[in-house]
Antibody, heavy 114, light 107 residues
Framework: QLVESGGGLVQPGGSLRLSCAAS????????MTWVRQAPGKGLEWVAN????????YYVDSVKGRLTISRDNAKNSLYLQMNSLRAEDTAVYYC?????????WGRGTTVTVSS | DIQMTQSPSTLSASMGDRVTITCRAS??????LAWYQQKPGKAPNLLIY???TLQSGVPSRFSGSGSGTEFTLTISSLQPDDFATYYC?????????FGGGTKVEIK
């Protein structure tokens, strides 16, 4: 099971940190991924991170602003979001897997607005 | 980036119908394609990966085919639980990209 938290309303230019708590599987054995979905739109892959955190990949639109990380001791995945823009408004899902996502959380909503 | 184009964007069908959704990639992705189902207000659910491999627990009425740039998802006999939006996703190259989605509606 994956449970996201940390979403909310933030002003443009602001910051937010999303968390994803994993349970029911050996978290440290899996790549993890963040995917987002803007209101009424399709899915967009955001970033993923290797089991030990040594490799990370990002979509160009978030590079330098969003940072994926993990704490295997806490079975947790994170997304630090800085310099937020209106176009970052979306439901953010964490998912298990490197390129094929087979377990998903319910998502947490981020709204960037003044 | 590899662009994924799905057609149609909306499909109206009746229970029991055979339904086919097409996904085209802007360049060859071999068989590195997955399909997801998403219902309103819910997270996506993995149906198929590597173009035609059914994820564990997914009903056998779902099937996938294709390679290179053209792929299809077929539902052999539409059931009430299948009315949803379907997305294809390529994983040949970063960034991973999704198609725009196909909404399957009740006719």
């Amino acid at each position: 099971q994956l449970v996201e938290s940390g979403g909310g309303l933030v002003q443009p230019g602001g910051s937010l940190r999303l968390s994803c708590a994993a349970s029911g599987f050996t978290f440290s054995n899996y790549w993890m991924t963040w995917v987002r979905q803007a209101p009424g739109k399709g899915l967009e892959w955001v970033a993923n991170i290797k089991e030990d955190g040594s490799e990370k990949y990002y979509v160009d639109s978030v590079k330098g602003r969003l940072t994926i990380s993990r704490d295997n001791a806490k079975n947790s995945l994170y997304l630090q979001m800085n310099s937020l823009r209106a176009e970052d408004t979306a439901v953010y899902y964490c998912a298990r897997g490197r390129v094929i996502m087979d377990v998903w959380g319910r998502g947490t909503t981020v709204t960037v607005s003044s | 980036d590899i662009q994924m184009t799905q057609s149609p964007s909306t499909l109206s069908a009746s229970m029991g119908d055979r339904v086919t959704i097409t996904c085209r990639a802007s360049q060859s992705i071999s068989r590195w394609l997955a399909w997801y189902q998403q219902k309103p207000g819910k997270a996506p659910n993995l149906l198929i990966y590597e173009a035609s491999t059914l994820q564990s627990g997914v009903p056998s009425r779902f099937s996938g085919s294709g390679s290179g740039t053209e792929f299809t998802l077929t539902i052999s006999s539409l059931q009430p639980d299948d009315f949803a939006t379907y997305y294809c996703q390529q994983y040949n190259t970063y960034p991973l990209t999704f198609g725009g989605g196909t909404k399957v509606e009740i006719k």
